[in-house]
């Protein structure tokens, strides 16, 4: 070897060891340049609640990050939840708060202040509402010990603990206030027994019924009689009715009470509970369960229905479970149960005319349920409306349409359905958004909230995506007639968002005159609360979030359209750094993207974005890297289309592959981008995304997958929107498989990965096997597994650490000539630090 070859390894050699230190390779926690630690600091979007009177506004301030002590902490994984033994919770909450202010809308003067409500210190909140006469406001406090509820008495300003027994919130932070507001009702913990000392060590034995079971690959179930038994312990709990002075009225007797709700005239309680056998094949909330009906005062009035484990529920998107379902109480009624039953035995790949039909019966329920109406495809939702009205929503899965009809329920109808708009389930074009809601009366009494009809029209508010970016507006649509004719005609825009800021409805506060409570956000302005008086223009400014991440300014964001070779449009958002010129030349580049399968090419083609929204920086996405001289190329569209009869999935490779050359060309036809330096990145399906396409082109120099599944014959009863089984298909299986095509993943990958994953499919062996095949065949791979972390990371120390990852990452193979593509092997005179785990 020349003098200059050897110099230029050592040269090497010291790059390596300065971009993996010996500290980089210990086993801990790494933080990431300050820009990025920044993006972990920065504030969270405030949350928001409006009192039903329109009075008050409560700004709900979020946490930010849990630790890694916390998600450490003791924690039981059944049946797909996972529990806090101690505390009867749920051991990974989604949502939760700091603190709370109240506005006082009615008293929106310069000198106002917020009313911030005190909390004991280390407490969190989570669940808040207001309580349906707008006097209290409610909330779940959060400490070691557990969940308390806490009554907030906005005139006495004064708060107190509602129950004295400790509660059982294994199942969800739930409680539902009575329509009257005189208390609430909730699960109250009752006597866990030891189920170590109560059931004997023995075989896990399982056996099949002959009956097919498809069901998706599950983490976290049940596995033998010790976890049923300790499943049984943790969720039984006592269904209670806690008044304002602290009285407690059981409902029935202990039981697991997965849901519950309460008629509008606050008489009557369905109450859902699961019933044995236990399921080891699916999730608890899809056990078998049995719907039972009780008084106000505690007494069972009857059982509904009795329903069968989803287990052995037939295969397909629109599929369910035989039985009735969706039984609930009709809103605008004082005590009428609505409920669906399947026409086809629940098995969509029936060919019938109808797949469902609407039933609804009244107290006393002694009386045979009388049919409402019947849908040729699968209902999926119902709202209630004013005046005897209800709005359907079907879906068909397999043409992936979804379909809004009006029904007149009254008793002369004759129950015929009136389309207000069909279009494609992904079609945010034609999406009318949210119904604007109030509570109905009957007689001078609140029931349920029901959709307003005003002047005989629907008042609708959304985000309006259109081709020109979103435009969003509150809009009026007249109402089909009874007799169901067909409406043709157009809503009127009662208000639409300015065109050089981005304007949404959070509220209507009146409607004469109209008063609107607005988010706003501009390119330099983040998000704030405005409440707006839409004729006279008159504003006052609510809330205003801090404005943060001065290493982002001056960065600059545009809309890319460009399109595929077959004609498919296509659309990226480009970041570019800030001060960043045209002769600057090209930048490496991370493009970052999410597959999504189409029936309809218009539909996978559309746009999805606003030159008027904040830069807000996410840690979850790739844009925090634009602070370290990269551009990024965020949400690329990578549309995978089967239009006709043809699957999507049936030309999944070639449309992955035909949808990243198309933005990697477009990037360099601007300039932007050097077409040796471009790496790809994504999460879950994402992750899958990345895979393939290092193994099946050679368009990037590097790629980073988190928490993703790479052999899908883990996953043989479907994945995404496959509903085709392996044995059905085992080509595509094995096609759409990275890991099967793992000796042609030349690139150097990241993989990262939750160790205690918990959704569908992605187990944390996914990462670990494709690691090892990409090692055994002398590939380039760094795995990093992250302890107590599900699908997402949630600790402060695992997002730091992930960004530090994927910075270094980004910096070896896209900024370093010597390490880009072409040398993406390790050599046998380089140091192996492909290896490195955080356990």
């Known amino acids: 070897m020349s003098r200059n070859s050897l110099l230029m390894c050592a040269l090497i050699a010291i790059n390596l060891l300065l971009l993996f230190s010996s500290n980089a390779m210990s086993n801990s926690y790494q933080l990431p340049s300050q820009a990025l630690q920044d993006v972990v600091e920065q504030t969270k979007n405030v949350s928001t609640r409006l009192s039903r009177d329109k009075k008050w506004l409560a700004i709900l301030t979020p946490r930010k990050h849990l630790s890694i002590e916390t998600l450490a902490q003791s924690e039981l994984k059944l049946a797909g939840l996972r529990v806090s033994p101690e505390q009867l919770i749920p051991s990974r909450i989604k949502y939760s708060y700091l603190s709370v202010e109240l506005i006082n809308l009615n008293q929106l003067t310069a000198n106002a202040k917020p009313i911030t409500i005190p909390l004991p210190s280390g407490m969190l909140l989570a669940n808040v509402s207001f309580s349906p006469n707008s006097q209290y406001l409610s909330y779940m406090g959060l400490t070691e010990q557990g969940a308390d509820l806490f009554i907030y008495d906005l005139v006495k300003r004064q708060s107190h603990k509602l129950n004295s027994a400790k509660l059982n919130a294994t199942l969800g932070l739930k409680y539902i206030w009575r329509n009257d507001s005189k208390g609430v009702f909730t699960n109250l913990a009752t006597p866990v027994f030891k189920t170590k000392e109560q059931v004997a060590i023995a075989p896990n034995i399982s056996e099949t019924s002959g009956k097919k079971a498809p069901r998706r690959t599950y983490q976290d179930l049940l596995k033998n009689p010790q976890d049923e038994a300790e499943f049984a312990a943790l969720t039984t709990s006592q269904l209670a009715f806690i008044s304002l002075n602290g009285d407690v009225q059981p409902i029935g007797n202990p039981a697991i009470n997965i849901s519950y709700s309460l008629s509008p005239n606050d008489k009557y309680l369905v109450v859902k509970r699961i019933a044995a056998p236990f399921s080891y094949m699916v999730k608890y909330y899809d056990f078998a369960q049995s719907v039972e009906l009780y008084s106000h005062t505690g007494d069972k009035l009857k059982t509904l229905a009795q329903l069968e484990s989803s287990e052995y529920r037939p295969p397909g998107s629109d599929s369910v479970r035989q039985g009735p379902r969706m039984i609930h109480w009709r809103s605008d009624k004082p005590d009428t149960l609505a409920f669906v039953q399947a026409l086809d035995k629940g098995d969509s790949r029936i060919k019938v005319a109808y797949r469902d039909q609407l039933l ?480």
């Open 360 to 839: 609804q019966l009244k107290a006393p329920f002694n009386q045979k349920p009388v049919p409402l109406t019947k849908t040729p495809w699968r209902i999926s939702k119902i709202e209630w409306g004013e005046q005897d009205t209800a709005l359907i929503t079907e879906r068909q899965s397999d043409k992936k349409q979804m379909r809004v009809s009006l029904l007149d329920t009254s008793p002369s109808s004759d129950q015929q359905l009136s389309t207000w708009y069909q279009k494609a389930i992904r079609d945010t074009y034609n999406a009318p958004g949210s119904l604007y809601r109030q509570n109905a009366k009957l007689n001078g009494q609140h029931l349920g909230r029901v959709f307003k009809l005003y002047n005989n029209h629907l008042l609708h508010y959304g985000l309006g995506a259109s081709p020109q970016g979103y435009q969003p507006f509150l809009k009026s649509s007249p109402l089909a007639s009874i007799e169901g004719e067909q409406n043709i005609a157009k809503p009127s825009t009662l208000w639409q968002s300015s065109k050089e800021q981005l304007e949404r409805v959070k509220y209507i506060v009146k409607l004469e005159p109209l008063t609107l409570i607005i988010s706003r956000q501009s390119p330099d302005t983040p998000s704030h609360l405005v409440m707006l008086e839409v004729e006279s223009g008159n504003e006052q400014l609510l809330y205003q979030n801090p404005h943060q991440l001065e290493a982002y300014q001056g960065m600059t964001r545009q809309l890319v359209n460009f399109k595929r070779d077959d004609g498919l449009p296509l659309s990226g958002v480009l970041y570019l750094p800030a001060g960043y010129r045209a002769e600057d030349g090209p930048l490496p580049v991370l493009m970052w993207a999410y597959p999504r399968e189409f029936k309809n090419a218009e539909v996978a083609g559309q746009v999805n974005y606003s030159p008027n929204q904040y830069n807000q920086i996410s840690t979850k996405g790739p844009v925090a890297y634009t602070a370290k001289g990269f551009a990024i190329f965020d949400k690329v569209a990578m549309p995978i289309v089967g239009e006709g009869s043809n699957k999507p999935n049936d030309s999944f490779r070639r449309q992955l592959v035909a949808n990243a050359k198309a933005a990697i060309d477009t990037l360099v036809e601007m300039g932007i981008a050097d077409r040796e330096r471009v790496a790809i990145g994504g999460h879950s399906y994402g992750a899958f995304m990345v895979a393939n396409l290092l193994a099946h082109s050679d368009l990037f120099a590097a790629g980073i997958a988190r928490s993703g599944a790479y052999n899908r014959t883990l996953t043989p009863f479907g994945f995404q929107h496959e509903k085709r089984n392996f044995w059905e298909a085992p080509s595509l299986y094995q096609q759409m498989s990275p890991f099967t095509h793992a000796d042609k993943i030349d690139e150097p990958i990241l993989l990262m990965h939750g160790e205690m994953d918990s959704n569908s499919g992605t187990y944390p062996m996914q990462s670990a096997r494709l690691f090892k095949a990409i090692r055994g065949l002398g590939g380039q791979a760094r795995l990093v597994t992250f302890p107590y972390e599900s699908h997402s990371y949630k600790a402060k120390e695992s997002i730091m650490h992930m960004l530090w990852e994927q910075e270094n990452w980004l910096e070896r193979y896209l900024k370093s000539p010597t390490l880009a593509r072409g040398s993406a092997h390790f050599s046998p005179d380089q140091p192996d630090k492909s290896q490195v785990t955080f356990h």
